[in-house]
């Protein structure tokens, strides 16, 4: 039996992380602003909607920055967004 590996794509989770400096990363590639974060969630959303996504932010982050940011994700569509704090 083979497994469905779409099915394990729809569970893994997009990450997207703000960095103390306030750079934006989606997975490991760094992401010049939002309107380019835009465009490649657009793209991820419809290669497989189902997917989730956990938003990181370092402690540091300004609260407005990933509010900004969290507002872009709901805007493109999904609907299951995770908040993740760090140090």
């Known amino acids: 039996i083979q497994p469905d ?3 394990k794509a729809r569970l893994d989770p997009i990450t997207i992380t703000v960095t103390a400096r306030e750079t934006l990363h989606l997975e490991k590639e760094r992401i010049e602003g939002l309107d380019a974060l835009q465009a490649r969630l657009t793209e991820l ?3 497989d909607p189902e997917r989730r996504i956990i938003l ?3 402690v ?3 609260y ?3 509010r900004e940011t969290f507002a872009l994700c709901q805007k493109v569509g999904f609907s299951g967004i995770s908040l993740s704090v760090g140090q």
Do not use: L, N, Q
């Open 56 to 58: 990181k932010g370092d």
């Open 5 to 7: 590996t779409s099915a």
């Open 45 to 47: 959303k419809a290669r």
């Open 64 to 66: 407005g920055k990933m």
């Open 60 to 62: 540091t982050v300004r």
